[in-house]
């Protein structure tokens, strides 16, 4: 009951970091993001301490330098 008191889903994450969810699980799939935390029903959320490491990590810059390669 505790991690849903200052959680998100997946696409509140990814909105916040501008990225699609599909790009925050190619991520985690590829090695290159830290494995999310997931609940009960195996669904994966985020806390805001999460949100903050990931945009150390650069994943919107990283998703946006990305997208400007194909302009």
Known sequence: MLEKLHTLTIRQAADQLDVSPSWLRFGERLGSLPRARRNQS???????????RLRRLGVGERKRRLDGCNE
């Not at 195996?42 to 903050?52: A, F, Q, V």
């Open 42 to 52: 195996g669904w994966r959320y985020y806390t805001p301490e999460d949100i903050e």
